[in-house]
């Protein structure tokens, strides 16, 4: 039997293009004789796709492209993933599906069991949990169809006090009990820089526990925070790897299932983590630009590391050409920051202006001179200065339809090292999710073959450049302190007490802490983050605001 | 038995401060001979406490401030709402439970069976649902103790594609079929302006159906978007209320279980839409600033109707003496705006200052200028007014550790009327869920006593004043049309047919709802919303923002 993995990049609720391109690739399969071809996780109308799932005219239209997909599907067998109404008189109202087409007719509906509900899922908000596991017999085949988190009950779960199996039942022992000739397992599952091993980790375990083939197909393509990243792959039934597809990019590929166990096991080539990273934020910008039908880029350079690295990722997604940037000295930028910044700019052949914020500020600080009569220079006026340049940056975006980038880092976001309304604007965070230490790698790796970003942005000590000689040293630990006890915070969950007998002093620990929560009225306003880690800010890690912690 | 219900106002991970205020309710308990004492739903820890729950040292300081609330309860026994970890190897690792401590013992722990997981709510991100129905004997009763969403599985669903039961079990049976006396129902509901009544429906309902008495122990306080009304109740087996608690305040209530169904039925007195409203947004912005340790507020006034009535709710929540106002006209603002914005800060005795943005607007004209030669003026110049007001009111914020009070209305929100780091700033959004509409209803019940907002702010044609003799009719419908419209989309969740099947042009309710759509982003960096309506802007509606539809 010869089934086809089509690993393609869908738009949400974008019902025509997607439907489009699932029938191109259907096609595709059947000029290659395939008998099946399988697509991903809710692939019709695109993943996640929130709250569209709770107006009828969404499902409407769900519905209405099943039945042309479907007819379209004559001579072949087609799974896809949508949306379908649970016609029980109890419960959600929806299951995540998976539909089994064969010559034109829906001939199974498989509902998700497991229905995630952490970090950045929400999958019970809307879908009832599936509790009926039937194999699908296909051609003298019997296949065990899965989706997604149907296969992850064994997953590692964060917390010392909830250290055991996430869920109650597993849909696997269901299935082995009635021998499947193999699994099918059709996912939805965005990156993280260790996600790929996580994944892989998950069906090797179940390949190897249930003795079973397993052919994994997972999409690609960002939507907004969420970065799919492919990596589509066949493994036999020992739990190696015989086939994959590629990583960030739409990817097709035929295989004969009675030949799974002859191949051998595929060496992997080893994908180091910031050239990941970095793979990922090109496709997010990319994706986010074309699916909100948007071409051009601004962005502030300031000569440091942030403005710089989001540039470099920026002009690999757009195209330099597509690019306006702004450097908007103050009287405490340093020639060095000018220079650097148009080092970068040249470099990159992006084209640039200069503005100074001087009059601007100067014409604030006078109107509010009278108010802030006899009072020291503090924070205000050095918000001035960063919602000065925000201003500047939105004119630029409003006037020529230019979306603003954001280059605020994570451990920045983090402490709350930043002006909202300044530096904090912009339609889309780069690299919100990627501390400092990693900026420098990024930069690195950026600088690889040639020098782009200019020497002199990676090595100089950090700077704000909001008052005369300022550091980010002055208000913060060493950036290597500092993410250290970020990531134990918040990726890990640790307590302070915990963090501190890393080989930390507990006062600062404490300190980091208190920042991080103080600030989370700042983040609630933060643009959305281009999702790299296994916790990134945004709708993935949700804290109240008005809490005593 | 005598029964207390206790209706608290709880901060979120405020342990100490919670179970202080619980021991003194357990001791007033004792003071007057009850039995029993009842607090809320996660009473002990604050509701929603978001991701908090998954911290260690969260659910540490949880377990240890029971223990402590335990020791206070010699003599007497104490239901309270906590989370507790599920010990079981499977399944998500926490409960949410009402815990049955007699005489300083935990007695019985009670996990909730209904999660709620729609809207505002994400129980089961944290939670595994209870399966167990055990009956509470206490001093010769016997007890069905429940938590909120428990009783609600009869609740109405929106959708046509989603009519039925949203649950699977309904615990009322299983608690029915042994039997007890009456129920008890901890609960964190939130306020909106329907809430009560269906509370009260659903309550209703349940006792007539099992023809029991139900007391009711809601909570009370807003958890920055979330307004808790309070508004506990007791209701006779025949489903009279027979005794009901304070709205929007702390109340405490003692009452004999025997002689319930020998009390008549309460005469409740009418509590209008928009005086309930009111009443929730003055607890909405006292509470924010008191749970974020804040005491004064800044706010612009532009003579409009949308910041006087903001001024007057915050002056009614924080007192004249806290608010400190900016007037920021530019060559665009009328004459009358500036009086009626002098007229409204006398009126309220709340100090202002004059600025005019004149000078800082010319300021970045001119550093704009050669970037944008040749190009006529649009939105881009209309924004950099509304930012320049932005700027100055966040100098001000920042300078006097102020919280600015953002003062957009629903209709602007919906549809994008309102400028990105402008006018969109503020800690708080007060009038985020009340559509213009009902603006202009709550400033005539503001004044139903004098006038407070000037006449002409309430009869003036709104206009947001950024280019000359400019109006929100140019380029929107008028609001009673637009408001209808929009209620029926984001509330209702119908379709663009069934609203033009309302009376309206189809490709005006089409272009209101892409507007809607289009704004998705916007709206992502607005401040939080207090919550008045079923369906508000903010984290209980989660759309896509790369979608088309």
């Known amino acids: 039997m010869k089934i086809a993995l089509a690993q393609l990049n869908y738009h949400i ?13 259907i096609d595709k399969a059947k000029d290659k004789n395939a008998d099946l071809v399988i697509f991903s996780e809710l692939g019709l109308c695109g993943y996640p796709p929130q709250d569209l799932l ?16 479907a007819k379209a599907s004559a001579g072949i067998a087609v799974i896809i993933g949508a949306p379908v109404i649970n016609k029980s008189k109890q419960g959600k109202k929806l299951f995540n599906a998976a539909l089994f087409i064969d010559n034109g007719k829906v001939a199974h509906i498989q509902a998700k069991t497991h229905l995630p509900t952490y970090d950045v899922f929400d999958e019970y908000r809307y879908f009832e949990h599936n509790t009926t596991f039937d194999i699908i017999e296909f051609k003298g085949k019997r296949i065990a169809l899965t989706i997604c988190e149907d296969l992850w009950d064994t997953q590692p779960v964060g917390n010392s006090f909830a250290k055991d199996k996430l869920y109650t039942v597993s849909p696997m022992e269901k299935y082995s009990a009635q021998n499947p000739d193999f699994v099918i397992n059709i996912a939805a599952s965005p990156f993280s ?14 390949a190897v526990e249930y003795a079973i083939p397993i052919i994994y197909v997972n999409q690609v393509g960002a939507q907004t925070e969420l970065i799919f990243d492919g990596g589509s792959m066949v493994l036999n039934k020992k739990g190696k790897v015989v086939k994959n597809l590629k990583h960030f990019e739409e990817d097709f590929l035929l295989i004969d299932v009675d030949e799974i166990d002859k191949l051998t096991e595929i060496n992997q080539a080893p994908y180091e983590r910031i050239a990941k990273i970095y793979d990922a934020l090109v496709l997010g910008i990319r994706d986010y630009f074309s699916k909100m039908n948007f071409r051009t880029a601004t962005l502030g350079l300031s000569g440091g590391i942030d403005s710089a690295v989001t540039l470099a990722i920026a002009a690999e997604a757009l195209g330099s050409e597509n690019l306006q940037v702004l450097l908007l000295p103050s009287k405490y930028s340093s020639d060095h920051s000018i220079k650097d910044a148009i080092d970068l700019a040249h470099n990159l052949g992006v084209k640039y202006e200069i503005i100074s914020i001087e009059k601007i500020v100067s014409a604030f600080d006078g109107s509010l001179g009278k108010l802030f009569e006899n009072l020291q220079p503090d924070i205000a006026e050095e918000n001035i200065q960063a919602r000065a340049r925000g201003v500047l940056l939105m004119a630029l975006s409003n006037k020529f339809g230019n979306i603003l980038l954001n280059t605020s880092n994570k451990s920045e976001a983090a402490v709350g090292y930043s002006t909202l309304y300044g530096d904090m604007n912009g339609g889309l965070s780069v690299l919100g999710d990627v501390y400092k230490t990693d900026i420098f790698k990024l930069a690195r790796y950026i600088n690889r073959d040639s020098e782009i970003i200019p020497e002199n942005t990676i090595t100089k000590p950090p700077s704000a450049e909001l008052r005369p000689d300022q550091k980010d040293s002055d208000s913060l630990p060493d950036y290597d302190t500092l993410d250290t006890i970020l990531f134990n915070y918040i990726e890990l969950k640790k307590s302070s007490a915990d963090i501190a007998s890393l080989g930390f002093d507990l006062d600062l620990v404490m300190k980091v802490i208190s920042m991080v929560n103080r600030n ?3 983040r609630f306003q933060s643009p959305p983050i281009l999702r790299v880690s296994s916790k990134a800010f945004g709708f993935g890690r949700r804290m109240p605001l008005v809490a005593k912690y």
Chains 1, 2 share one sequence.
Not at 54 to 69: A, M, V, W
Not at 196 to 206: A, E, H, K, Q, T
């Open 13 to 25: 609720a974008n019902f025509k293009a997607n439907s489009k391109k699932i029938i191109a690739h």
């Open 520 to 522: 989370e009225y700042k």
């Open 54 to 69: 709770e107006q009828e005219d969404f499902i409407g239209e769900t519905e209405k492209h099943i039945e042309i997909i």
């Open 193 to 206: 820089y260790n996600q790929d091993d996580n994944r892989r980790n998950i069906l090797v375990n179940n």
